[in-house]
């Protein structure tokens, strides 16, 4: 039988949709346990491709006959000589095309909603990082906020859309992904903004993103507005789109919150981060619809597959918005922490242009789930 492929966009699709898939994942434990795939009606097997080089007799049963069968590692190589092998056993399997370095990597973009006089807001879901960026549009004109290194896809969205980008933003100095913010900027001459309390100590230029800022994309009356919420780090920005939509960084996300400690500064912040939380957020309009830059499991994606909730559901649902004592959260945000991110401390280099990494080491550094929130 033909080995199919599969590539990541049509596995997104299935994650969307909630549909069935079989997954056999041939890395090793390890990785599988830390990082994989995940849909609400997914099942997995993972067997280590080395066990396997002798025959796949063993797991002939294992792999049903009813769901459709897609083979993971990790750059491809070795998903495809195992679906082979259980191609010449007789079962229909497709491979992922470029493996968990595909997915770690591919973009989907999703339009939330119109926006004044004719513009559009669009979120770019990272679904295998959880990382979430975002791109508005208006009068010929883009924005790109939270962008990661993927520009391309940004770039030939926006040429399909027919308007050039103006402005780059970030909402702080991520520590888990590497920016595309300023690569993007250099493509196509558009102003890159960066908190400047997180810019310290950045080797290139750029334009201070400070509190109450107010951003007219192409001249029209909708805008972006700044707002400093610190507490993630010192510098994190929050951006008000259309007086509809928060942008919220990696401050608030739809269930948890942002952890403070990724610049070895958790005990400092903790105090910005509940001002940010408790005071400057409740202050908002219950109505604002929260788009975060990032999501930790599949379940917070909606129907449609993107990441969004009204801002006062979060604060009548989200743990992290309810402690209130003060000690007590203090003991959330700063103890029950996951492990950091990979190369965490690399990263936050890279962004600041301090370390210049190829495409592949840069590919190694971010490989792994998103681990941006308190759990």
Not at 172 to 178: K, R, V
Not at 186 to 215: I, S
Not at 247 to 254: A, R
């Amino acid at each position: 039988m033909t080995v199919k492929v599969m590539d990541a966009k049509k596995v997104t699709e299935k994650i969307i949709n909630n549909e069935e898939l079989f997954i056999l994942d041939v890395r090793n434990e390890i990785a599988f346990e830390d990082w994989k795939i995940e849909g609400k009606n997914f099942d997995y097997l993972n067997i280590p491709y080395f066990d396997l080089l002798d025959g796949v007799e063993e797991v002939i049963e294992k792999i049903p006959t009813d769901k459709q069968v897609i083979v993971v590692c990790a750059k491809e190589g070795s998903s495809i000589l195992i679906a082979e092998m259980l191609s010449d056993a007789g079962h229909s399997v497709s491979y992922l095309k470029g493996g968990m370095k595909a997915w770690s990597e591919h973009l989907e973009p999703i339009k939330i909603a119109d926006l004044t006089d004719g513009g559009e807001i669009y979120q770019f879901v990272r679904i295998g990082k959880g990382c979430l960026s975002y791109m508005v549009i208006s009068n010929g004109e883009a924005a790109i906020i939270d962008s990661t290194r993927m520009v391309n896809t940004y770039l030939d969205f926006a040429e399909r859309k027919g308007v050039k980008i103006t402005h780059v933003l970030d909402t702080h100095l991520h520590a888990d992904h590497i920016s595309g913010g300023r690569m993007m900027a250099e493509k196509t001459g558009a102003t890159y903004w960066l908190p400047p309390k997180d810019a310290g100590e950045v080797t290139f230029n750029y334009q201070p993103l400070k509190d109450g800022l107010r951003m007219a994309i192409g001249h029209t009356a909708m805008s972006i507005h700044s707002l400093y919420s610190p507490g993630h780090t010192i510098g994190s920005t929050s951006f008000v789109v259309d007086e509809k939509f928060l942008l919220s960084g990696d401050i608030l996300f739809i269930d948890s919150i942002g952890r403070p400690d990724l610049a070895g500064m958790a005990e400092d912040w903790v105090e910005d981060l509940r001002e940010s939380l408790y005071v400057r957020f409740r202050n908002l309009s219950d109505e604002l619809i929260v788009l975060p830059a990032h999501f930790m499991v599949i379940d917070e994606l909606n129907e449609d597959g993107s990441v969004s909730e009204k801002l006062g559901v979060l604060y009548a649902s989200n743990h992290g918005l309810n402690v209130q004592d003060e000690n007590e959260f203090r003991k959330l945000v700063t103890e029950n922490l996951p492990p950091q991110p990979n190369a965490y401390q690399e990263i936050r280099e890279t962004n600041m242009g301090k370390r210049n990494p190829n495409e592949e080491k840069q590919r190694e550094m971010e490989i792994g789930p998103n681990r941006c929130a308190v759990r």
